[in-house]
């Protein structure tokens, strides 16, 4: 190809919006050839508190080739801007919804951590009446363009947000539970940094696991199960539990009405994004806690450790062994989340 007709090409996004097309696409379309191999990921709802950055670390993750980033706005300045990143992923921009097919085709992992977050004095659960329409809508589209995708659901209240795709999934046929996973892995990543600080380890050397769901009294840490093992006093414990289970409102009231946590959710997002990929890949003992269907409990769907493959969570794992304090807090948890499953269920089925 001549030299003029190559720098045409390469800047053809530069050039007004055609109506017709997507420029970035265009733009886009020259660069793939080069694309690294790797998985095909979308995030929906890339230009929020959450989506920029979580753009920005899987743009810098290696096992990605294609990163496709839709949210209702501002899509395509986040895009350009990700897109000069000199890492291998090929990334495309897609705005509104007459977009989130193209969005959608052909991928393989599906982020989700669209909608509205919380401000102080609201719970999880205030966010049901807009996020669980915004989750209905991206779920109907990953079932008509993407049925085979891995969907890591961010956006709250997950413990409702996760039962409604799975209604969506189950009326549109495609439902395959071990593909659809609620991410509680910022729990986890607090939980390692909280009893970190108590015991006076790197966290990178603390495994906390975090089962129930993903609000209050619903994230349950197993404090008697942490590696290494330790022990703590019931004032730790008590400390401990009650942080993990407030962290979220930590931040919440901290940002003071400007939103909730957003880079280390992005950064819990992308550590689970890369382990479900690594899972994909074929990789051996893969394991993470995510909120997925269920048979641990009388409950449909719970957060435990889960083992990651190339279907998604090929295995749930048991709770383990139990202390009283751990016996209690379940059975609270699961009170609570029975009624936010319900909400989820019946918002579709009503
Ligand atoms: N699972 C978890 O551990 C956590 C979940 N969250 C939740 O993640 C969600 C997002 O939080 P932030 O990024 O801070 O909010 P944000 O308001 O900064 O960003 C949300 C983005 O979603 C977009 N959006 C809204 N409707 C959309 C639609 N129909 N399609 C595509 N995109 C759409 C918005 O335009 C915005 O860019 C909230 O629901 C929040 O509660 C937040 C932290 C942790
Ligand atoms: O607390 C919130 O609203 C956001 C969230 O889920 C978290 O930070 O764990």
Redesign the pocket.
Known sequence: MEARQRIARLTAHLNPPNPQGNPMLEQINCRAKGGSPGFKVAI??A?????QPLAMLMKMNPLVSVLHL?????APGVTADISHMDTGAVVRGFLGAPQLEAALTGMELVII??????KPGMT?DD?FKI?AG?VK??CEGVAKCCPNAIVNL???P?NSTVPIAAEVFKKAGTYDPKKLLG?????VVRANTFVAEVLGLDPRDVDVPVVGG?AGVTILPLLSQVKPPCSFTPEETEYLTKRIQDG?TEVVQAKAGA????LS?AY?AVKFADACLRGLRGDAGVVECAFVASQVTELPFFATKVRLGRTGAEEVYQLGPLNEYERAGLEEAKQELAVSIEKGVSFIKK
């Open positions: 929906l709802g230009a929020g508190g959450i989506g839709y949210d209702v706005v501002n951590p669209a909608g509205v977050p919380r999880r966010l996020n915004i809508t991206l961010i956006s709250n997950v991410v509680t892995m910022l729990d993903h979220g939103g909730s946590a957003t959710m819990a």
